[in-house]
């Protein structure tokens, strides 16, 4: 009897359990997810975070590109990665690496991104990254790197940030960063660096756009520290203790945007340092001691939308402080315990101010014209001794308007506004009733009001008593000279000479021409009656043709057409050398035309009019009178 083959239904069910054995069975090209990790093999994305590993896993898929073994326990790199020559991303941080080696990433020349922050590295030699021809970023900061070869970057020509933050730098060493052409961020803060690395930095001036040099040893920013680097954008120089910035020192940074000089020592704004950076939009200065800020303090910072001033000591803040500052949109002035007035309007020239913050100052009151209430859209003033009066009434009507709308506009720290004034000390603005928000003036306070409206007014009518006296206050008609003159008679006012007059002026003068010659003339004073004057000898305004005793009987009026003449002021100090006078100005004196003809008044109540001879059109006959 034949045997029996295999039934036509057997074999295929063999073929189909065979089939389902190998599926299951892990290939090659798959590798072995170990126990503490996650792999997802269609993104090629393993993770094994916190996984307490010792080792770097050797079983994974090969064809793996990111790998995150962050938070481990892995000590050394030596050869680990040479099985995954297809990494795009590697993540080392926090393990406890404490060298790099020589070559260990030479199959790496994929990796684009590699993480060895918080480790222990304490140097990187000058083949530690050879092979990553393609890295972009690096990260190895928070280690105790205190060494680095110049040529330590040497293969990573592509690299565009570096961060080198939290090691114990003292400097870089020259043309460290000579290989790094793209480099865009460079992150240097936290070590222990002396001075701006000026060297290194010219390197990568082209492309360099974030700076940050914080809480090193900078104590000065000297001329040409910062050299030209055109596209830079971010500059932090916070926690240095610098004490001076040179007046160019941001010179050549035409296009930087944020500055932070927070946590320095500086005794005042560097206005004219930060005046040069036309387009900067965020200014932080906290933890300066300030104490004040003068006039026009941030000079051009036209664009200037973000500053920050707190705890800075600031006591006085000038009214034009920030008059530049016309696109201010967010201020804080947090913790500045000395600060007890503020300007008004000080902050009003922002129009597009949102955001104010004087928390924890020490501000008595507030008035809503030191920054525009309407258009803001948080105001944070809490923790202030403010008094609880009628000065701020407005800010009780502003926290009880937001307090009925449905939806805040304004955002307010309504439970830290506390008065601490006697009658309401500890109680918060907002429970106040509105009648209680009145201010009382003193007896003092009246008194001094008074006493100064009267001492005003006393002083205003003495004012117009003094003005209207000088107005009624004669000018003097001749004021005497300082050698000897006499006024001579001319002639009448047709220029005609009277002999008579002459002759007797000339025995007048020969009689008495010791004391004639030194004596000054005077004019007629209201209180010399006419008779004493005519008897005066040496009263040269008379002429002995209108002295004669009848001239009393004489209409006034008449008189006083005689006396009508040109005159000239002579000097006789030569007359006792027999040498002629010399006629230094001519005057033309007439009466007034503007008065009537009085009836009867006497001589000596009028007054006569000079007219100024400029030149004199011929040589006179001169008649002593």
Not at 45 to 53: R, T
Not at 233 to 252: E, K, M, V
Not at 287 to 305: C, D, I, R, T, Y
Request: glycine share 4%.
């Amino acid at each position: 009897m034949a045997s029996r083959g295999p039934s036509s239904t057997a074999l295929p069910v063999a073929i189909a359990m065979a089939s389902l054995i190998l599926a299951s069975l892990p290939t090659l090209s798959q590798g072995i997810c170990p126990a503490r990790c996650r792999c997802n093999d269609t993104a090629l994305i393993a993770s094994c975070v916190s996984g307490s590993l010792d080792v770097v896993p050797i079983q994974l898929n090969p064809e793996i590109r990111h790998l995150d073994l962050s938070g481990n326990r892995v000590v050394s790199v030596h050869h680990t990665f040479d099985f995954y020559g297809n990494l795009r991303t590697l993540n080392l941080a926090s393990n406890l690496i404490h060298t790099l080696g020589s070559h260990n990433f030479k199959f790496q020349s994929t990796l684009t991104s590699l993480n060895l922050s918080n480790n222990v590295v304490k140097n990187i030699t000058k083949n530690a990254l050879r092979g990553l021809k393609l890295l972009r970023e690096l990260d190895l900061s928070g280690n105790n790197i205190t060494e680095m070869e110049e040529l330590s970057f040497h293969d990573t020509n592509e690299l565009e940030y570096l961060n080198l933050s939290g090691n114990s730098m003292t400097s870089l060493p020259d043309d460290l960063l000579k290989s790094l052409p793209l480099l865009r961020t460079l992150l240097l803060s936290r070590n222990v660096l002396l001075e701006v690395p000026t060297g290194n930095l010219a390197l990568v001036k082209p492309t360099l756009e974030i700076l940050d040099l914080s809480s090193n040893l900078i104590e000065e920013l000297v001329s040409g520290s910062l050299p030209s680097m055109n596209v830079l954008t971010f500059l932090n120089l916070a926690d240095n203790g610098i004490l001076r910035i040179a007046n160019d020192a941001f010179d050549q940074l035409p296009n930087l945007k944020i500055l932070d000089l927070s946590g320095n020592k500086l005794p005042s704004v560097p206005t004219v340092a930060i005046s040069r950076l036309n387009v900067l939009t965020t200014l932080t200065l906290n933890g300066n001691p300030l104490e004040s800020l003068h006039s026009v303090a941030f000079q051009n910072l036209f664009e200037l939308k973000n500053l920050e001033l707190n705890n800075c000591s600031i006591a006085d803040v000038h009214p034009r402080a920030f008059a530049d500052n016309v696109n201010l949109e967010r201020i804080s002035m947090d913790g500045n315990r000395d600060l007890r007035v503020l300007p008004a309007r000080v902050l009003y020239g922002a129009r597009y101010l949102r955001w104010v913050s004087l928390r924890h100052c020490s501000l008595a009151t507030l008035q809503p014209t030191q920054f525009p209430v309407d258009g803001l859209s948080s105001l944070r003033v809490g923790h202030n001794p403010l008094v609880c009066n009628c000065s701020v009434h407005w800010l009780w009507n502003v926290l009880r308007a937001e307090e009925r709308r449905n939806e805040t506009r304004l955002d307010l720290d309504v439970q830290d506004i506390v008065c601490v004034d006697e009658e309401f000390i500890g109680k918060s603005l907002i429970s106040l009733p509105e009648g209680s928000l009145r201010c009382r003036l003193s007896p003092l306070y009246l008194s001094l009001s008074a006493a100064g409206c009267l001492a005003a007014t006393a002083t205003i009518l003495a004012l117009i008593v003094h003005v209207t006296r000088s107005k009624r206050r004669k000018r003097p008609a001749y004021t005497a000279p300082n050698r000897p003159e006499l006024l001579v008679y001319v002639g009448r006012g047709n220029n005609e000479l009277d002999k008579n007059a002459e002759s007797y002026s000339r025995r007048l003068i020969a009689a008495r021409n010791e004391e004639l010659l030194y004596e000054t003339p005077r004019r007629k004073t209201s209180q010399e009656s006419l008779e004493t004057a005519t008897r005066d000898a040496a009263n040269v305004y008379e002429t002995p043709r209108y002295s004669r005793p009848n001239r009393r009987d004489r209409d006034p009026y008449e008189r006083r057409q005689i006396e009508e003449g040109v005159y000239a002021v002579a000097d006789v100090t030569g007359l006792a050398r027999d040498e002629p006078p010399e006629v230094l100005s001519l005057y033309r004196m007439r009466a007034p035309s503007s008065l009537p003809r009085p009836s009867a008044p006497s001589v000596r109540d009028y007054d006569y009019e000079y007219d100024y001879e400029p030149t004199i059109p011929q040589k006179p006959h001169v008649v002593f009178v």
